[in-house]
């Protein structure tokens, strides 16, 4: 039975019946805000290729926190940009260092945000990559996953609510969780990035991050773009090391990705809507070429449906208030 029978517009006439209908919701628990730490006290940097998005010093950015809590954001991704760079990424792994202040000052003005640190040592080596480089300029695996580890046991110790490793080095969640089981750490959880693709959208981020690397790129450790079969063993390897959540980034490019992956495994399953389908939007949007509120909800619609439970987006403290009753 076709047409005239059939006629699909029935329960799309008026508003209530769209929402009744309606398959994919978002809700405001299910978004995580990114947010970049740099040295000093009073810093408020505007990052140029992200309107709305600051760099922060600790001080600075514990108030940020304390109102996106009162926007009704649950949780934060907190990035570092250390003054301080090496090549064994110390700024990282120090106690001491703007990480772990920046992490423990949130937590102790709001204890109950969430507080997700991104592991890396793009941020804190003077070469920009997210591993060790050896002297021929390979990105050496073993010894970065060792350093990584440590990376993840300060941010725990300093409060971190979960920790998240970006870096795509191999075997790093196994590591990580057996240095933060012997320390007592047995109830932080590892979101790791595990398909994390070498992306053009990265762009703006690594402004914001200052995390260029200084020379070659990022595509012996991050995913080739055309690949999604390798997506689903990197997914089932973390998860088989011992990840609590799994991400697929960037989002609005990968929502194939982002479906086979929700199919596949248990554990929650995060996107990434990435800095540079931000500022695509923030730029049309500027120029008056889309709505943004209604284009931002609508990547996020699609992200959600694609199968992402949760969606770290740099719009996190806007809709949420939007996602009010
Ligand atoms: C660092 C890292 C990057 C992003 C998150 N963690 C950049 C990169 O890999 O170069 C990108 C986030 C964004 O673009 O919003 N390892």
């Not at 008026?14 to 398959?23: G, I, K, P, T």
């Not at 997210?130 to 021929?136: D, L, P």
């Not at 990968?254 to 389908?277: C, F, N, T, W």
């Amino acid at each position: 039975m076709g047409f005239p029978q059939q006629r699909p517009r029935r329960t799309r006439q008026s508003d209530v019946w769209r929402r009744m209908v309606r398959e994919t919701h978002l809700t405001a628990d299910s978004f995580i805000y990114p947010m970049f730490i740099v040295p000093g006290r009073g810093v408020r940097n505007a990052v140029k290729s992200m309107p709305g998005i600051f760099q922060l010093s600790v001080d600075e950015a514990v108030q940020h926190a304390r109102s996106v809590v009162d926007a009704g954001v649950a949780a934060i991704l907190v990035f570092a940009a250390p003054a301080h760079k090496d090549a064994r990424a110390s700024d990282a792994w120090n106690p001491a260092g703007l990480a772990a202040q920046a992490i423990a000052a949130i937590k102790s003005a709001c204890p109950r945000l969430l507080v997700w640190a991104d592991v890396c040592l793009c941020g804190a080596t003077d070469h920009g990559h997210c591993g060790h480089v050896s002297e021929t300029g390979v990105i050496e695996n073993d010894t970065s996953v060792k350093t990584l580890a440590e990376v993840a046991l300060n941010y725990a110790r300093a409060g971190a609510d979960a920790v998240a490793p970006s870096d795509m080095m191999d075997g790093r969640v196994r590591a990580i969780r057996e240095l933060l089981d012997a320390n007592q750490l047995q109830n932080t959880p590892i979101v790791a990035y595990a398909a994390k693709y070498a992306s053009a959208f990265y762009g703006p981020f690594r402004e914001a991050a200052e995390s260029a690397p200084r020379s070659g790129d990022r595509r012996s450790y991050q995913m080739d773009p055309a690949n999604a079969r390798e997506a689903l063993r990197e997914v089932a390897l973390d998860v088989e090391e011992g990840a609590d959540l799994v991400m697929v980034k960037p989002a609005g490019p990968y929502l194939d990705v982002i479906r086979q992956v929700r199919d596949r495994v248990d554990v929650p399953v995060v996107a990434y809507q990435v800095s540079g389908e931000y500022s695509l939007i923030k730029a049309a949007a500027a120029n008056g070429w889309i709505d943004e509120r209604a284009a931002v909800l609508e990547t996020l619609t699609g992200i959600r449906r694609a199968g992402a439970d949760l969606i770290i987006s740099y719009f996190a403290p806007e809709v949420v208030q939007w996602l009010r009753p």
